[in-house]
């Protein structure tokens, strides 16, 4: 089973500031870690290969400096780690992310299941995952809060929903984003750590990834931030409260008269 | 402070406390209560390659020694001191086979120990033989190629969860020390049970129960060293170990002096952080002091003994010494700082007040290692007539 990890490299701070000139995030003086979320999916892969075999992939788009947070992914027992660094990657939105990303997994040589965290604790956006899935044309199951079994080139998970999980079946290759209802993320090791030090860390580019310049970086990029804000935080909603469904409607039947909406 | 640790020592230092802070701290007070025996965090330890750090790469260890334990224990004890010590008992009972097992049980024990599939233990005190350790009463006869083992150990850590077990046993009562031989003796060996499990003040989650040997026969080749030699191999192992001893107090002393330091800048009394009165200021002044202090004592002599220096005693027990008063000081000030809710045990420092005072106890009374010391100076002394 070969599967692959997505990972992004995140500034350490839900209280990010935002640059008001360019609505984009300071990550000036912020520290970097890995998407807590990705951690979750390199969880989850690490468990289908010791539990399958075959090999984990992390690959990550990304300035040089997020070379550290692969490393970090082969501490704790990833196989392989690919950055994809260019120059002509910057100011990539998501669909941009999503079709750089898909190119480099479409450059390895085989792959069963692509696994992401549900979203990256800085954009929040949860869209490069599903988009990946697209770009490659495979099927993809978002907020997987269990991977249930994988046999017969097919994949069985939970889907979770607000009051209940739904349970999907795949043929592979899939891609599944994940939450962390997966389960712990596991500790790295020393002899993990001396070895992620030293490994090798392969570096795609553009030209290696044979992308069309014009998809990658901000001209690939339609994305344009207007404007920033805190929504409006919305009231919860009421339930009508009764013994049985008729007293329930029958509260309600009062209460929107009450307030003269019928 | 810079130690100037290496990559690998800095490696194992961030390692442990990333797994003291996570996986420990939040579970600690839960197993102080509990009094059971905390697996799955020594499974932690464990598949993070903590127990090799100490042994030999051809043991299947990652080649340091008394220093990077002493990183490791350290960072542990910060957040729970019974799950330290659980880690660093399997240490104690593992040197003694590394310093003097034959080659063939190094190759049997040590890549156990070291993978921390299993535990070892050490044990030597009896109902009779605390300080005075060489009067134990447990006895060795040796059987054709076995010997028969009888008596009662005491007080042993990690007792009914090692697998492996270094006993001191005598194979000449008349004999005194000189009688004194230690074996290796396998869980589960016929004749060899476990007996009461304490209840103890502090380090309640590791465990300390009796060892009872009845008749129990164990092949001639888990000898360790020569019949004889017991008691120079349990002084030579306490030299090495006391300095884990030492670590576990800067440890404990360190998780107090972070929890008094926290809850005096931000607890508020009389308009004003508690902190800012020079009362609790000057307390965290001396306490910060005295951790430090016997920081710098305790890794300059780990790294003597690492060094290879052949004259290891004194020093040992000077780290032991000092690093486990300034445990219960500091740990006695951090209660205090915490006044009412220091005493309460939904908060963290009560149980560190307990904890410490074992480091003043185990591995040799403080009384005594002040008499190893007492009488080392004085020996310098006459040599220098």
Redesign the interface.
Known sequence: MNVVVLIKQVPETTDVKIDRKTNTLVREGVSSIVNPFDMYALEQALRIRDQHGGKVTCISMGPPQAEAALRETLALGADEAILLSDQAFRGSDTLATSYTLAKAISKLSEFDIVICGKQAIDGDTAQVGPGVAEHLDIPHITYVSKVEEISDGHIRVRRMSEESYDVIMSPLPVLITVLKEIGEPRMPSIKGTLRARKARITVWTASDLEVDDEMVGLSGSPTQVVEIFSPEIRPGGEIIEGDSAQEKARNLLIRLKEDHLL | MNYFLT??QE??KE?SA??AD??IAPRAAEFDESEEFPWDLIR?IA????F??WVPEEYGG?GGGVFEQCLVVEELSRACAAVAVSYAASGLGGFPILMFGTEEQKQKYMPEIASGSKLAAFALTEPDAGSDAGNIRTTAVRDGDFYVLNGTKQWITNGGEADIYVVFATVDPEKGQRGMTAFIVEKGTPGFDFGKKEKKMGIRASSTTELIFKDCRIPAENLLGREGKGFLIAMRTLDKTRPGVAAQAVGIAQGALDKAAEYASTRVQFGKRIGEFQAVEHMLADMATQVEAARSLVYSVARTIDAGEPNITKASSIAKLFASDVAMKVTCDAVQIFGGYGYMRDYPVEKMMRDAKITQIYEGTNQIQRSIIGSAVLKEAARRK
């Open positions: 990559e690998e490696i194992i390692l990333k797994i996570e996986k932690v598949d993070a390659d903590l090799a750090v990652l």
